[in-house]
C-alpha cells in the first residue's frame, strides 16, 4: 500500500485519513491542516518524506505564468526544496488541466453558459490561465487581486492589467502566503471587504476558492455562478442557504473523501512511480480517459440557470415621455412648441435603462432577466435623420448591454426599421443582435387566426385552411413578407398590397414556389377588394400615416396591426365596432415577470421582445432575425422554441386593452347586424332589377 499525504496552509478541521484504490494501486491518504503556520508545515514535510511515497502541498501560493512570464514563490519552493527523497506536488499542471476543462465542459454543456457573463477572480495571477480561457466567451472579466493581496481599492479589469499587475508587485508577494500581505488594520480590511463584495454582487460567476466566500451573504451570493474547488456535501448546503444557483467544481470527485487536486496529482504520481514532471499532457489525457473523471456542475437547489438579454426601445411620441421622469412633469405642463424641442434634444440623449426585467421563468427550469433599454428618438426624429445617426445610439446601447452581462440584444419598434433593419448594427455590435421580426410574424398570424376562430364568422376547413380572403399591406416588408407566405398557406385567397410593383411580383413568384396550389392576387392600393377580406394584416412603416379606409372594410373582419406605430389609430378603430382591430400578437411570459409598463398587461410582451427573451432562454446567442427578408423557416423554429419555454398568444389587445369574451361577443353581434342590413340594401336591387328584367321580356313579347 501506498502511502500519500496532504500538508496545507489551511484548517486542520479538514484532516482526513482513509484508505483507497487508485489506478490498481491500493492507497493511505491523509491530510494534515496547519492553521496558516509555515513553521508547522516545513516540520511535517521533513517528517513525512520518509514516511510517505509522495506529498502534496495545499493552500500554497503556486508558481504561476501570466503572460510570458514565469513566477517563483519562493516559499512555495522552500517547502519543496525540503523533500530529498520523494516526489513532492503541488498539483499545478493536473489544476491547469482542470480548470481549462471546467471552463469549456461548463460551456458545452450549459449551452453556450460563459457567453459575455460577468466574471471576477480573486486570485487572477494565480488562475491567468483559466482567465485568458473565459476571456474566448466574455470580456466581462475584472480580478480583485489588488484588493485582496495589497488592499489598493481598485479591481483590474483585463488581462494586460493582470500581466503588469502581476510584474509589479511579484517581489512583495513572493515570500508571502495569501494572508500575510492582506491589510489587518481593522477599518481597511473592512473596507476591502467591501469594495470585493459589491464586485462581487455585480458578477454573474465568482471565481474563488471556497475559504475566499465564506464570509459571503444571500447579497452577494444569491443567484451566482461559483468556479471553486473541492466541494464537499456539507459547503454544498451552505452554498444552498445562500442562495447560489450553480456551482463548477474543477475537481472530480473520485472517493467518498472530497480531497483535493494535489492529492489528486500526487496520487497518480505515487501509482506511476514518477516524479513532478516527469509527466506529459499525454500522460494526463489518458489517465483522465482512464479514470472517467470530469468537472463536477452542481445545483445547491436543483437545476437553475438565468440567461440575460437587452432590448431596444424607444418613445412612439411625446406622449411617451410623461412615463419617464423628470420629463414626465415637462410633458404635463409644457405648451406643444417646447414639447417638440424637448422631442428633438432626446434623439440625441445617451442610451438609459428603462426597466430591469426579472421574474422570467420556462418549464424548462432556465430563467431570464434583462434590461429594457431606451434611446430617446420618436418615429418621426428617427426618421428624419440618417441611418448612421441611430446606428451610433444603437451601439451605444449595445455596449450598455453588455456591460451590464446582457448575451443578446433585441431592437424594437422604428430602430429595427432603420436603414438595413439590424445588418450594420450586427456586424459592428459587440452582442449578437435580432429584430424580433420572425416571432412577431408568427405572433400576428397566430392571433388573427386565434380571433377568426374565436368570432366564428369565417368557416375553416377539416384541414385548418380558413375558406375566406385575407389581405397584407406592406406585404412586400420584413414582417409583411413572412406574413403573406405563411397565409398563403392558412387561407384560400390572399391579396398583397405594397406600393412597390416589382417587388410583389417577386414575391408571387417566391411563394407560388413554395405553396404551388396559393391563390394570390396583386394591388398597390390597399382600398380595392377591402370590402371582401376576412383577415387582414397590416405591416408598413409608414408612421401613422393612413394606409386603409376602414369604412370601406367588412363587417366582422380581423385586423391584425402589427406596425409600430399602429396603422390604425384608435380614433379610426372607434369608427367601427364591428371589426376586430388587434395590436398584433403580443405574447404571454411565463413566470411572474417584473417590469415596468410599457403599454401592455402584466405578463405581456411585444413579439419582437419575446423573440430576444426567447432566445435568451434557449442559449442561442446569435444573430437571429436581421435584414428586411425574413427566413419563414426561423417564423416556424421561432414559434417552436417559444412553445418550449412556455410563451403563449396573450389575451387579444387592441387600441383600448385587452378583448374580453363579452367584447368579442358584441363585435360578432354588430358584424352580424351590419352584414344583415347589407344583405337587405342589396335585395331590393336585385328585385328591382329582375322586376325589370320581367318588364322588358313582357314589352318584347
Known amino acids: 500500500m501506498k502511502t500519500v499525504v496532504s500538508i496545507s496552509l489551511g484548517s486542520d478541521e479538514l484532516d482526513y485519513d482513509f484508505q483507497t484504490s487508485l489506478l490498481n494501486q491500493k492507497f493511505r491518504v491523509l491530510r494534515i491542516g496547519t492553521n496558516k503556520d509555515l513553521e508547522k ?149 473592512e473596507w476591502n471587504r467591501f469594495i470585493v463584495k459589491k464586485a462581487s454582487q455585480k458578477a454573474d460567476v465568482i471565481a474563488a476558492s471556497y475559504e475566499d466566500i465564506e464570509h459571503f451573504s444571500l447579497e452577494e451570493l444569491a443567484g451566482k455562478t461559483l468556479l471553486t474547488s473541492t466541494v464537499s456535501d456539507a459547503r454544498l448546503e451552505t452554498l444552498r442557504e445562500k442562495g447560489v444557483n450553480m456551482v463548477v467544481d474543477i475537481c472530480p470527485q473520485l472517493f467518498d473523501v472530497n480531497v483535493g487536486v494535489n492529492v489528486i496529482e500526487a496520487m497518480i504520481l505515487a501509482a506511476l512511480n514518477k516524479q513532478q514532471g516527469e509527466l506529459t499532457h499525454d500522460d494526463y489525457l489518458e489517465i483522465l480517459e482512464t479514470l472517467e473523471a470530469e468537472p463536477r456542475i452542481l445545483y445547491p437547489s436543483g437545476y437553475k440557470r438565468v440567461n440575460r438579454f437587452a432590448f431596444v426601445i424607444h418613445p412612439l411620441s411625446q406622449q411617451y415621455f410623461r412615463n419617464s421622469k423628470p420629463l414626465d412633469f415637462i410633458a404635463q405642463f409644457s405648451p406643444p412648441v417646447v414639447m417638440n424641442t424637448v422631442e428633438k434634444a432626446m434623439a440625441y440623449a445617451p442610451p438609459f435603462v428603462y426597466s430591469h426585467v426579472k421574474g422570467i421563468k420556462s418549464p424548462t427550469g432556465d430563467e431570464a432577466e434583462g434590461w429594457l433599454i431606451s434611446v430617446g428618438g420618436t418615429p418621426k426624429e428617427i426618421m428624419s435623420h440618417s441611418p448612421e445617426f441611430t446606428y451610433r445610439r444603437l451601439l451605444a446601447a449595445a455596449e450598455l448591454a453588455k456591460k451590464m452581462g446582457a448575451q443578446i440584444m433585441g431592437l424594437g419598434a422604428f430602430t429595427k426599421v432603420v436603414g438595413d433593419a439590424g445588418v450594420t448594427v450586427a456586424k459592428r455590435a459587440p452582442l449578437p ?263 322588358k321580356k313582357t314589352a318584347t313579347s
Open 41 to 189: 508545515a516545513e516540520a511535517l514535510v521533513k517528517e513525512w518524506q520518509d514516511k510517505a511515497d509522495v506529498i502534496g502541498l495545499g493552500k500554497v501560493r503556486e508558481h504561476y505564468s501570466v503572460g510570458t512570464r514565469n513566477f517563483v514563490q519562493k516559499t512555495t519552493r522552500q517547502l519543496e526544496n525540503l523533500v530529498k527523497k520523494i516526489s513532492v506536488t503541488t498539483g499545478s499542471m493536473l489544476r491547469g488541466i482542470l480548470h481549462e476543462w471546467a471552463i469549456r465542459h461548463t460551456q458545452i454543456a450549459q449551452n453556450n453558459f460563459f457567453n459575455n457573463s460577468r466574471v471576477i477572480f480573486f486570485n487572477g495571477v494565480a488562475n491567468y490561465k483559466a482567465a485568458n480561457v473565459l476571456s474566448e466567451f466574455t470580456n466581462n472579466i475584472s480580478f480583485a487581486d489588488p484588493v485582496i493581496q495589497l488592499g489598493v481599492p481598485k479591481l483590474l479589469t483585463s488581462l494586460r492589467g493582470l500581466e503588469l499587475y502581476a510584474a509589479g508587485t511579484h517581489p512583495l508577494n513572493k515570500w508571502s502566503p495569501p494572508h500575510v500581505l492582506s491589510p489587518s488594520v481593522a477599518p481597511v480590511k
Open 433 to 695: 443582435i435580432t429584430t424580433g421580426n420572425s416571432y412577431s410574424a408568427s405572433g400576428a398570424l397566430w392571433a388573427a387566426n386565434d380571433a377568426a376562430r374565436r368570432l366564428g364568422l369565417v368557416d375553416i376547413s377539416k384541414k385548418g385552411k380558413v375558406k375566406g380572403n385575407a389581405m397584407v399591406v406592406g406585404a412586400t416588408g420584413a414582417i409583411g413578407s413572412v406574413c403573406a407566405r405563411l397565409l398563403a398557406k392558412a387561407v384560400e385567397e390572399i391579396y398583397l398590397v405594397a406600393p412597390e410593383s416589382a417587388k410583389l411580383l417577386a414575391l408571387k413568384e417566391a411563394i407560388l414556389q413554395e405553396t404551388p396550389e396559393a391563390t394570390i392576387h396583386l394591388s398597390t392600393n390597399a382600398n380595392k377588394n377591402l370590402g371582401d377580406m376576412d383577415i387582414i394584416v397590416t405591416a408598413t412603416s409608414g408612421a401613422g400615416k393612413k394606409i386603409l379606409d376602414i369604412m370601406k372594410v367588412k363587417p366582422g373582419c380581423v385586423i391584425t396591426d402589427v406596425a409600430r406605430p399602429l396603422d390604425i389609430p384608435a380614433s379610426e378603430v372607434a369608427k367601427r365596432p364591428d371589426v376586430l382591430v388587434i395590436e398584433s400578437g403580443e405574447i404571454e411570459l411565463p413566470g411572474n415577470v417584473q417590469m415596468k409598463n410599457i403599454g401592455l398587461p402584466d405578463n405581456v410582451a411585444y413579439a419582437c421582445l419575446a423573440e430576444t427573451i426567447v432566445l435568451a432562454l434557449e442559449g442561442r446567442y446569435e444573430n437571429f432575425t436581421l435584414g428586411r427578408n425574413i427566413e419563414w423557416e426561423k417564423v416556424k423554429e421561432i414559434y417552436q422554441m417559444g412553445l418550449k419555454h412556455g410563451m403563449k398568444l396573450a389575451a387579444i389587445s387592441g387600441v383600448s386593452g385587452v378583448y374580453s369574451d363579452e367584447d368579442l361577443a358584441r363585435i360578432r353581434k354588430f358584424a352580424l347586424e351590419a352584414r344583415s342590413k347589407q344583405d337587405a340594401k342589396k335585395r331590393p336591387n336585385v328585385l328591382s332589377m329582375n322586376k325589370r328584367k320581367a318588364t
